[in-house]
Each structure stands twice: as C-alpha cells, then as structure tokens.
C-alpha cells in the first residue's frame, strides 16, 4: 500500500521529492512532533486491554531524574512540537511530581504546543486536581472503561469503580468551582467487547455533566497476552500505515527511546536521550532504516509485524451545545 511518509534524505532530486509531494506523501520531520515522557514507571492498574499485568517483574523500574526531564524539555520547545505528554505506559499521577513537571513545560512551551496526560484518576484527589489546574495542563484524559461497576471492575483490574468514579466527578465540580477552562477533560476508553452492550449508558452519564467521551479502537499492542483476550468484537488487521515510527518519540524513565508505546518489553531501544539527546537518535541511521524497512513493508520479525487493530475509526459523543451552555450559566 502506499505509505503516508517519505524519508527526504533518501530523495536524491528535487523532481523525486516532488513526486513524492503529488502523492500527498509528507517527509518525516526532523524532531518529533510529538513526545512522550514516562517520568515514573509503573501502573497500579490491571487493565484487560493492556499487556502490564504480564511483564511485572520482568523489567527495571524507576524515576526519570528531574535534571535530564529539564534538558528534554529545552531541546524540544526549540521546535515546533505539537504535543508533549509526561507519561508513557504507567500511571503518571502516581509521580508526585508530575504537577511540578508540567508546570516547567508550560512556563516554556509555545501556545501551538499543547500538553496531556491520560490517567486513570486513582490518584486525582482534590489536592492533585488543583495542583494540575495550577500546572497549565492542557487535556486531561481520563480511562475509565464503562459506567456499572461490574463492566468497569472487569476492564480495569484492581481499581476501584466507586472511587474512581467520585475522583473524576469531584475534578469535576473542581473546574467549575475555579471556572478553570484547562485542563479540557474527557473521559476514553477502549471499544472491547466488555463495554459495547452500555455505549450508550455511557454516553448519557458523562455528556449529562458536560464531558465528551472518546471511544478507541482496540490494538492488540503487539502483544499475545492481549490478543488472545478476544475482546474484539469486529476482526482485527494489521496496522501497516502507522505514523508513530514518523511522528512520535517514546521516552522511558531511563532515557532510552523505545520504537512505540507498545513496546512494553522495550525489545527495540533507538538510543538514550540522556547521553545523545533526543534530536540526535531521532536521525540516528538505526531510527532511519527501521523506518525504510517499514515504509517498503520489511517487518517481518520486528515489533510492527504483529501489532493489529480492530477494524473501525474512533469516534466520540460530546454533549449537545444546548447543555454545554446550561453548564456554563450554573457555574
């Protein structure tokens, strides 16, 4: 198939480059537009979509030093980065820190870069609520996967239905106590097999408080454990016009620069930011011929060749415009 990306190094005239252009083919650019920064590792959540459960233990687990943080951030607010987000496969509200974090990001950022975090609101007390308030978070996301306790108890493990549910209601009231517009709260989640039977109980409790609902469709993350869950409910295929490799740089606690956010395992480490910078291995040729393998579809044994999503786009339901106004004039 034809692949949305091109690498320009590999364009040897302009006529090429050109054709490359008429095909709507974008080059990948020379710092990623968008990061992710896993400050602290770790997920206190089992969730059934994911492959967490399966590799505790297995791997080492720390927390980024706030020094080599800081020197991430100030490579890349020097370009124009559209989003930068301080999690990466673990919970990011368990860093007490995070707060702290964002706020060095936004004292930085220019206004076209925006920030987010996707949480599980286990640790979204009144006083971490505020805090990120505080911080200039752009978007919060919150994963919160069904409405009745059972279907949520099922999907997300250990966590507890009851008090998520008061922590993300009560942020809730936050926001509107402080007529705080940021962080943009919605609430996501996965479309398996365990929620499709109350989308729409799902849709009215959480646009009834103002709140869209982004619904996602399931990847098997690369991952057996997961895949062989059957929490598909359409067939799954293989995500083979991916623009992760082209866009996005995963960075774990340590500094190493993983392929993707599913690489849980970290089986393809691109280099470590600490000792190089991120700029540097993002052009590092083992990061260039991954991608020229990818775009000529040589996968075979990599990470890409098993990662597979259900057959459907994502989609969302947000709250009709009279409501949102409603909410408005109460607060």
Not at 109 to 138: F, Q
């Amino acid at each position: 198939m034809a692949h949305r990306y091109y690498i320009s190094r590999d364009c040897n005239s302009v006529f090429q480059t050109l054709g490359r252009r008429l095909r709507r083919q974008r080059p990948v650019p020379d710092f990623p537009r968008i990061l992710q920064i896993q400050t602290q590792s770790g997920c206190n959540a089992r969730c059934q979509f994911c492959p967490n459960e399966s590799i505790q233990g297995k791997l080492s687990m720390g927390q980024m030093d706030e020094d080599l943080f800081r020197r991430i951030i100030d490579e890349a607010v020097k370009h124009p980065v559209e989003r930068i987000s301080p999690y990466l496969m673990n919970e990011p509200l368990a860093d007490p820190r995070l707060p702290d974090l964002i706020r060095y990001i936004s004292d930085r950022k220019s206004d076209k870069t925006r920030t987010k975090i996707n949480t599980n609101a286990s640790y979204l007390d009144e006083e971490m609520g505020m805090r990120l308030i505080d911080s200039g978070l752009d978007r919060l996301h919150v994963s919160f996967h069904g409405i009745r306790r059972e279907t949520y108890e099922t999907s997300m493990g250990n966590l507890s239905w009851e008090e998520n549910l008061a922590n993300v209601n009560r942020f809730i009231e936050l926001k509107q106590r402080c007529k705080a517009k940021t962080p943009k709260l919605k609430v996501t989640m996965v479309h398996t097999s365990t929620i499709d039977r109350e989308l729409d109980e799902i849709r009215e409790y959480w646009n009834s408080r103002g709140v869209t609902v982004n619904i996602h469709a399931l990847e098997n993350r690369s991952h057996k454990s997961v895949q062989g869950r059957k929490l598909n409910i359409l067939p799954m295929s293989a995500l083979d016009d991916c623009d992760r490799l082209m866009q996005q740089a995963y960075i774990l606690w340590n500094g190493d620069c993983v392929l993707c956010c599913v690489d849980w395992e970290r089986t393809t480490v691109m280099g470590n930011v600490g000792a190089e910078g991120l700029g540097k291995v993002w052009q590092d040729e083992a990061y260039l011929q991954y991608r020229r393998n990818y775009l000529a579809g040589n996968v075979k044994g990599t990470l890409c060749a098993g990662c597979q999503v259900q057959n459907e786009v994502d989609f969302s339901y947000k709250p009709k415009k009279s409501l949102m106004r409603k909410l408005v004039l109460n607060r």
